[in-house]
């Protein structure tokens, strides 16, 4: 699939050869809307590239409270990669919020890639630089942005599924209550109608 390629191709240059191997060492998998591709207390046995569709990676809490960690759609990475690095069992739930088709690739199949194209070591450490960067910046904001600064981040980051999400699941995002997330919005709105 030339988006995978293309997705790779960012950070490190493959030759023909070396796309054909990544390649086969994933397979295409679709999921139903609302199955789950992991569930609390598995293991992450797969990393996992969007095709087509939305995921949602969310943790609940001993309240019961669900909260959600990240969303990937087309193009996006998604996984619990505690779980899936070291192959123990993790906190998170992914779930497939429309039909959504994903390229995965298992650690074992992951670590054979690096040792036959060294430089897709790079590219995961790229990708998991990145991940922590937004991981700590997400923090960071969560701390110092009001609840409608971090929605209208929020709106900036997932600008191609903003209005494909359920609001409940943005409100957890946000770290705000579906209550609290409707009337903010109606504020937000009267605002702008003001201008």
Known sequence: MRLLLDNVAKFVNLSKEEERILMES?????????????????ICKDNVFVLSGILKN???????????LSFASR????????????????????????????????????????????????????????SLVATQQRMLNNMQLSAEERYLRFMERYSDIKYQLPQKDIASYLGITPQFFSKMKARMLRSESKL
């Open 26 to 42: 994933f397979v295409i998998d679709k999921y139903p809307a609302k199955s789950f591709l992991l569930r609390e207390g598995e």
């Open 58 to 68: 969310y943790m609940v809490d001993d309240d019961l409270k669900e909260h959600t």
């Open 75 to 130: 193009g996006w990475w998604s996984g619990d990669m505690y779980s899936f690095i070291s192959q123990q069992p993790g906190n998170s739930f992914i779930v497939a919020l429309e039909e959504t088709t994903v390229m995965k690739q298992t650690r074992e199949e992951q670590l054979k890639i690096f040792d036959r194209i060294p430089k897709m070591e790079r590219f995961y450490r790229i990708l998991i630089e990145r």
